[in-house]
């Protein structure tokens, strides 16, 4: 093998290892989502969602609008996180919305099976436990359309943030999997996460249940 040789060898592995290293760079999923659709993504909602795009799927959702924002802050680990309603794209002050009463989040997105075969079981327990605590589901893709249209199917009404960065999980300490269940205290503090799937109403009013005591 000539010098002239061994140098383009040497040249080429040095450009092979710097694409591959640049690909590893761009290529960094969060564990426990690989292969899921919109697993990298870092925007609240896709570019393609706009009002006007949004506006037959939300129609077809009809959800419930968001809480209406309390007079005190709210939990202290969501103050400042702002996000949009499902319902209608208002925007959401998390923690003053969240405030004054048990609130049980709900994390999932919309491709996610476990979280499909859940959420009726949310919307049951909700309906059966009335005003005394607040279910509020969280969808954690940038995919809002594909969000709506799935709740549409589901015929799943339930108050719904589009958060699409993670924000609200990041902020309460809730491992990336999905689905998973916070429980809030009345107060704004965690009572539990459960990184779990449900499979009916009665679990999770066991679950809410043991988390207040």
Not at 176 to 181: F, G, L, Q, S
Request: charge should be negative; glycine fraction near 8%; include cysteine.
């Amino acid at each position: 093998m000539t010098t002239s040789t061994r140098w383009t060898l040497l040249v080429l592995a040095v450009i092979a290892a710097l694409i591959t290293g640049l690909v590893l760079a761009l290529d960094e999923t969060p564990p426990g989502t690989e292969g899921a659709p919109g697993a990298q993504a870092a925007r609240a909602h896709r570019d393609a969602d706009t009002p006007e795009a949004l506006a037959g799927p939300r129609q077809r959702a009809d959800l419930p609008r968001c809480p209406a924002a309390a007079d005190n802050p709210g939990p202290e680990k969501l103050r400042g996180i702002v996000v949009e309603c499902a319902a209608d794209g208002a925007n959401v002050d998390v923690a003053r919305a969240l405030a004054g009463r048990p609130v049980v989040l709900n994390l999932w997105a919309y491709w996610c099976g476990p979280c499909a075969e859940e959420l009726p079981a949310m919307a049951d327990y909700q309906r059966r436990v009335g005003p005394d605590v607040s279910v509020v589901t969280v969808h954690q893709d940038e995919n809002e359309t594909a969000a709506l249209l799935r709740l549409a199917e589901l015929g799943v009404r339930l108050p719904t943030l589009q958060d699409g960065q993670r924000r609200i999980a990041a902020a309460l300490g809730v491992p990336n999997v999905m689905p998973a269940t916070v429980v809030l205290r009345a107060d704004g503090s965690v009572a539990e996460i459960l990184p779990q799937a449900f499979t009916s109403a009665d679990e999770i009013a066991a679950a809410v249940k043991n988390a207040l005591q």
